[in-house]
C-alpha cells in the first residue's frame, strides 16, 4: 500500500507542477488610433486613423483651438506582478463649439488600444477597444447639463462638456508561453477614485481633463498533460488498492 500512496502523489506531482514564476514581463509600447468618430459630418472633423482627433470651428475672429481627443500611451515598463500599472492617458481638450451649424460636435468616437508585450523574450500583442460618447452641451443655458449653475465651477467659462467612457469593461486575456500560463487585466480608463469599470468627465469650456487607463498582470504554472504510461500506472495501482480491499 505503500507503494500505491507514493505513486498516486509522484503522479499527482507530474499532473500540477509547472515552471517557476514569470523570469519578465515588459510593456514595450502602448499605441492608441482613433479608428472612427460620428457623425462623420461634424465641422472640422480630422485625425481618425491617428492618436488625436479634432473637430469644431467656424469662430469669426479666427482665434480657435479646436475641441479633442487624443491618447499618450506607455512605453518600457516593467510592472510587478499582480500590482496595477498606469498604461497611457486620455486628454479631452474642449473649446466652445460654434454654434448655428449642424453637427458642430462629435456624437461618438472609438479607440483601439494595442499593447505590445515581451514575456519571458516572447513577443505578444494584446488589443482592446474602448467607445466614447460626447455631450456637448450649450454655454448659453443659465443651468448647465450636469445640473449645475452658469458660470460658477466647474461651467465657470460656460456649461461644462460631458464624456463618458461607454464601453468600460474589464477585460482579461490570458495567454501561454512555455510551462507558464499569464492573465493580462486591462481595467478601462479612471481612477481608483470611482473605481475600476467606470468613467466620465466634465471638462469646462477652453480647458482638459484626462482620465488614465490601468492594468495588471499574474502567471500561472500551466497544467502538465499525464503522460499515456502514466495513466496505466495510476489504473494499475487503483487495481492493486482494491484487490487488497476485497481480501480483508
Known amino acids: 500500500m505503500r507503494i500505491g500512496k507514493f505513486a498516486v502523489a509522484a503522479l499527482a506531482g507530474v499532473w500540477l507542477a509547472g515552471a517557476a514564476a514569470a523570469a519578465s514581463f515588459s510593456i514595450d509600447s502602448v499605441s492608441g488610433i482613433w479608428t472612427s468618430a460620428t457623425p462623420v459630418e461634424a465641422t472640422g472633423l480630422s485625425g481618425v486613423g491617428s492618436s488625436h482627433i479634432a473637430w469644431g470651428g467656424g469662430h469669426p475672429d479666427g482665434n480657435y483651438l479646436q475641441t479633442s481627443f487624443d491618447f499618450a500611451g506607455a512605453a518600457g515598463l516593467m510592472p510587478a506582478e499582480d500590482a496595477w500599472f498606469e498604461a497611457g492617458t486620455f486628454t479631452h481638450y474642449n473649446s466652445a463649439t460654434a454654434s448655428g451649424t449642424y453637427p458642430s ?11 505590445n508585450l515581451t514575456v519571458d523574450g516572447a513577443a505578444k500583442v494584446v488589443e482592446r477597444v474602448f467607445d ?117
Open 105 to 115: 460636435s462629435i456624437f461618438d468616437a472609438t479607440l483601439k488600444l494595442t499593447f
Open 132 to 248: 466614447f460618447a460626447v455631450r456637448d452641451t450649450r454655454n448659453s443655458d443659465a443651468v448647465c447639463a450636469n445640473g449645475l449653475a452658469n458660470g460658477v465651477g466647474v461651467n465657470v467659462n460656460g456649461c461644462a462638456d460631458r464624456v463618458r467612457l461607454a464601453d468600460n469593461e474589464a477585460v482579461n486575456t490570458s495567454f501561454k508561453v512555455g510551462d507558464t500560463v499569464y492573465h493580462f487585466d486591462i481595467s478601462g480608463f479612471g481612477t481608483f477614485a470611482f473605481g475600476a469599470g467606470y468613467y466620465r468627465i466634465w471638462t469646462p469650456e477652453n480647458e482638459a481633463k484626462q482620465a488614465s487607463i490601468y492594468g495588471r498582470y499574474w502567471s500561472e504554472p500551466a497544467p502538465v498533460p499525464l503522460p499515456a504510461a502514466g495513466w496505466l500506472l495510476l489504473a494499475g495501482v487503483g487495481a492493486m488498492a482494491a484487490t487488497r480491499r476485497r481480501r480483508r
